[in-house]
């Protein structure tokens, strides 16, 4: 049977990709910094699946926690076959009252994390012949710079060329990445993040489920596709994206993803 590791599993996209991967048999490494969220995560997929669901807090903010991360696996013979890369968060405030740390810990979280876990399970993976690896990225990847959440965008689109690195560098030896990029997803992220007033003011035809974006992501990483930008409608704008002026984005942007352009 297959093991799936999955970062932020306890809430939000994170706790629907492991559900979907649960029903397709896989067993589960949940990886959180909320202990409470985690065991009640936990508790969900044991009595709701027949797979076996462990567990490890770990906060990815620690230099030390991919590593940590990993130790647990091997310690414990969890041969890992899916690494999911999902934890993430945003920063609500300007770019300019942001303290440096709290910069370095966010890019720690969204990028240098992902870069260690891929790194380190790999190699496990590139022993046993194959692998799947996700991350989850984000249609901001394709957009213009926004006024708010200043890195969050750039570092997406850092992660999206890393995973085109990892599938260059290893599909012939039955390794894929995929890069999942959602838009506006209905999850606790807006909350936690401090951004839930603009993904309030979003119309309503462009808040995607959380469980609809998990299903079409671990169908598009099973089937090692590159990128996946689940639901038509945020293929559709990714396809705008790529083709339209950037100077129109402002414009159309006051109604469809607010505050995004406003200063």
Known sequence: MKTALITGGSSGIG???AKCLADKGYNLVLTAR??????????????????RVDSFVADLHDPKAPQSIYDFCSKNNLLINLLVNNAGYAIPSPFEETAMDEEENFIRVLGISVIALSKLFVKDMLASDGGKIMIISSVAAFAPPSSIQTLYGPIKTFVNRFSEGLNLNYNHRGITSTAVCPGYTVTNFHAASGVQD????????????????????????????????PT??????VFLLKVLPHSLFP?????????????
Request: charged residues 35%; glycine residues 4%; hydrophobic residues 40%.
């Open 15 to 17: 706790f629907e990709i």
């Open 34 to 51: 909320n202990p409470k969220k985690l065991d009640q995560a936990v508790a969900v997929l044991g009595n709701q699946s027949n797979v």
């Open 198 to 229: 603009e993904m309030d003011r979003v119309p309503y035809f462009m808040k995607k489920e959380a469980s609809r974006i998990a299903k079409e992501a671990v169908k598009a990483t099973l089937k090692g596709k590159k990128v996946c930008v």
């Open 232 to 237: 038509k409608t945020f293929k559709l704008i």
């Open 251 to 263: 414009f159309f942007s006051k109604r469809l993803a607010p505050g995004r352009y406003d200063k």
